[in-house]
Each structure stands twice: as structure tokens, then as C-alpha cells.
């Protein structure tokens, strides 16, 4: 087996990338009459980082000393008759005992979460399910003692005063973590968002590259919203990824914590983490306006003064990509409005209807071949039939505009689940799960 044929094999073995992105980049490969590697094109591609890439060619080395070990030795001279398939490679190991394995395991078998909980077994998420890493359940001085290795000092004084804490992780050679520890009945718990070592790419999140054109506003509102774990914070980033390439402008991200680290490239770009760097969100939003910024991201719009600052601020010739947590476009802007108290809705809708741009509104749903979660987006562009509804409150009408409007690129959340059923590429289960109206889905 050539050495591209198994990194290939190690790359769709570990879910870095599909079995259709394998055959379209051998198939570039052999177009181009192999002066590429592989690597190169998957890298090239955008479907595989560096750091992952750079990983994968360690596992590689490790797999092929194996067989070196295990192949019998030939007579001196003897050809070899054929060549064989190469058993499926082993599976990473960890160590129970060490964070440090477990978040290097986490990340090499494609999860998005470790779980470590206190008279309970290791978990993985992966694929949106949570999985059992060993049966044994962990005693509260080993889960205590695990978080505790990657606190600082503060933090841990931070843990034992309020009971919980937001941060970052950085494990070198492994990637970025988005960390929650927080103090339970049972004891100390913590969960660690997986994080790629650099911001994605549309195309690695799988998400349509028409997207890309909401970065081409120069004032305005732009949102991401869906349920918790859909992928919100992660088309953010690659939102803001595009930015930091094409433009050239001052970038102030707001994060809790950071996630994402964005190297200033065409644009610069300056992230600021809520408790380590500033006191709250609101904070952060009102001391950003006086900081010449052309663009601000905010991690998520939790509260009236934050998304007051956000209105304003898109308001006033800046343009603001945010996250909410809605179900739908009509929910995200009956929340926009309805956090501010009665008497200023009439004035908050004129403000929305003028200053939004767009909405997506997203979900991630299992793909039927079991080789990971494919995004499912409703999508909307805020035009002049839209800031019409908005002002006039008839806001229960933008679902009509969504089915009509796919001409300006806009789509409603059953007619994404729609297409890739039809695509085969989701069960009609799965759409049902997540649909706005699961008959459309049932038998």
C-alpha cells in the first residue's frame, strides 16, 4: 500500500475527512499525474489542517513501524507476489489517568466533547452521541484531580468561590479546548469542547459557500443562531476567517471564552475573553465603540443591554455578527424585540428592520452513512418585504417570504432537511427529529 493510499485510509478511519472527499482528492491527485501529495491537497482543499495533518503523519509512521515489525522476513531475491490489504489501523489509546491523553484521544477520534463527571464513567460526544470510554466510574478525587491540571492558580480560587468557571485550553500538538468546570452534589465536574488548532473553512463545516457574501456588508446585523451544540460559534469563526483573509479592517471579537485564534492576516484582529480581559459582554460592547473597530463579533447576545449595544452599534455604521440561542429566523426576531420592555418595542422594530441583514439558523443532523453530521440551514436575507413585516409586526408572515425567496438565496429549515433527504445523504428519521413540521418527514 503506498504511503497516500494510508494516509487516506488513516484520514477517513479517524472521520477527518468523508470517504467523498478521499475519492475526489485521489482523483485530483491522478489527474494531475501525481505531483501533488495527497496531503497537500486535502490541505489545499481546505478539508484538513495542518496540526491534523501533522498528527496523521505521526499515526502513519507509528502503523507502518507495525507492519515493519510483524512482516515476515523474504528470501534475499524473492519478489512479492501480491500485495495484500492492510488490516484496519489500531485505535488510539488513553490514559484514565492523564488529561492530557484523554483530550489528545478526544480530538483524534473526531469528538466534539469530553465528559469528565465525578461517580461516573468517561465520555465522548461524537456525532452528537454521547459514548462510554470506560465502564469504570471515576471516585471524586480523580475527576478533582484531573481539572485541577490544567486550572491556574486564580482559577482554581475562582472554582472553589462561585462553584463554576469558563476558560481556554491549549494542549500543544493537540489543539484548543473550550473548557466548563463546574462543582456538583457528586463533586468537581468538567466538560472539554474540542476546538481545531485553526479556524475552519465553509467548506470543512460542510456549509454552503454563499455564505461567504454576508461578509461583504459594511454595516449591519448578521446572525447565527440554533440550539446549543449546533455549530453556531464554529460558522462564526468561519465567518470571521473570510474577514480576517479579504478585508482589510479593525476585527474585535467578544468572546466567553475565546475560542477560535485568529492571527491577524489582511485584517487585524483583536479578541477580548469576558473575565480575563473585560467584566461583561456589555462591557466589552461599549468600550468597542470607541475603539475604531470596522467589525465586532460578539460569542452570544445574552441580554437586553448587550443586544441593545449590538442594535446600536449596527446602527451606527459597524458591522455585527452574533449568535443567538433561537429555534428560527420569525423566533430570532421576535427575541431581538421582545427583550426590550413594551414601551420601546415601536422604536426597537424600526431599529431591526433597518439594521439586520441576514439570519441563519442552523442545525446539525447525522448523515445516514454514520460518517459524522452534516449542517441543515434556514436562511434569511433581510430585504425591504422583510423590514416591512418587521416594523409592521407581522413578523408570523416571514415564513411565507422564506418559501418564496430562494432566488435571493434564502431557505426555510424543512427545505434544507428536504434536499438532503432527498440526497440520501440523512434519514428520513433524522429529519423528522429536527424539522419545524416532522409530518413532512413521517411516513
Not at 41 to 46: D, P, T, V
Not at 358 to 383: H, K
Amino acid at each position: 500500500m503506498s504511503r497516500d493510499n494510508l494516509l487516506g485510509r488513516l484520514a477517513v478511519h479517524y472521520k477527518l475527512i468523508s470517504k467523498d472527499q478521499l475519492v475526489d482528492a485521489l482523483g485530483q491527485q491522478s489527474r494531475d499525474g501525481g505531483t501533488q501529495r495527497l496531503g497537500e491537497i486535502l490541505i489545499e482543499r481546505g478539508w484538513l489542517s495542518e496540526a491534523r495533518f501533522a498528527q496523521l503523519l505521526d499515526i502513519q509512521e507509528k502503523y507502518q513501524e507495525q507492519l515493519q515489525a510483524k512482516a515476515p522476513v523474504q528470501p534475499e531475491g524473492a519478489a512479492a507476489t501480491s500485495e495484500k490489504p492492510a488490516p484496519p489501523p489500531p485505535p488510539p489509546t488513553f490514559d484514565p489517568e492523564q488529561i492530557e491523553s484523554l483530550l489528545a484521544y478526544a480530538a483524534a477520534v473526531g469528538a466534539s466533547d469530553l465528559h469528565v463527571h465525578a461517580a461516573s464513567p468517561l465520555r465522548i460526544r461524537r456525532n452528537g452521541v454521547l459514548e462510554v470510554l470506560s465502564e469504570t466510574p471515576l471516585p471524586a478525587a480523580n475527576t478533582e484531580r484531573l481539572i485541577e491540571a490544567v486550572l491556574t492558580p486564580g482559577q482554581r480560587q475562582q472554582l472553589a468561590e462561585i462553584g463554576e468557571i469558563d476558560f481556554s485550553y491549549t494542549l500543544a500538538g493537540t489543539g484548543r479546548f473550550r473548557v466548563n468546570a463546574y462543582a456538583q452534589q457528586n463533586g468537581l465536574d468538567a466538560v472539554f469542547r474540542v476546538i481545531p488548532p485553526q479556524p475552519p473553512s465553509l467548506t470543512e463545516l460542510g456549509l454552503p459557500l454563499d455564505l461567504a457574501r454576508f461578509c461583504n456588508h459594511h454595516q449591519g446585523l448578521v446572525l447565527i443562531t440554533g440550539p446549543a451544540g449546533c455549530g453556531k460559534s464554529s460558522t462564526l469563526a468561519a465567518l470571521i476567517r473570510i474577514l480576517n483573509e479579504e478585508r482589510r479592517d479593525h476585527v474585535i471579537t467578544i468572546e466567553d471564552p475565546v475560542e477560535h485564534v485568529h492571527l491577524s492576516q489582511r485584517s487585524v484582529v483583536n479578541q477580548r475573553q469576558v473575565g480575563a480581559h473585560t467584566e461583561s459582554f456589555s462591557r466589552a460592547l461599549r468600550a468597542a465603540l470607541r475603539e475604531d473597530p470596522d467589525i465586532i463579533a460578539v460569542g452570544e447576545l445574552r441580554d437586553l443591554e448587550t443586544i441593545s449595544l449590538a442594535l446600536t452599534a449596527a446602527e451606527t455604521g459597524h458591522l455585527v455578527l452574533a449568535t443567538l440561542h433561537t429555534t428560527n429566523a420569525t423566533a430570532t426576531i421576535n427575541r431581538l424585540i421582545g427583550v426590550f420592555p413594551p414601551d420601546q418595542q415601536n422604536q426597537v422594530r424600526t431599529m431591526v428592520s433597518e439594521s439586520l441583514r441576514a439570519i441563519v439558523s442552523q442545525r446539525l443532523v447525522p448523515r445516514a452513512d454514520d460518517e459524522g453530521r452534516v449542517p441543515a440551514l434556514e436562511v434569511l436575507v433581510c430585504n425591504r418585504a422583510v423590514g416591512n413585516l418587521i416594523r409592521e409586526k407581522k413578523t408570523f408572515q416571514i415564513r411565507s417570504i422564506l418559501q418564496t425567496g430562494s432566488s435571493q438565496g434564502m431557505r426555510l429549515l424543512d427545505s434544507s432537511l428536504k434536499e438532503l433527504v432527498d440526497a440520501g445523504t440523512i434519514t428520513r428519521e433524522a429529519a423528522a427529529h429536527v424539522a419545524e413540521n416532522p409530518s413532512l418527514f413521517t411516513p
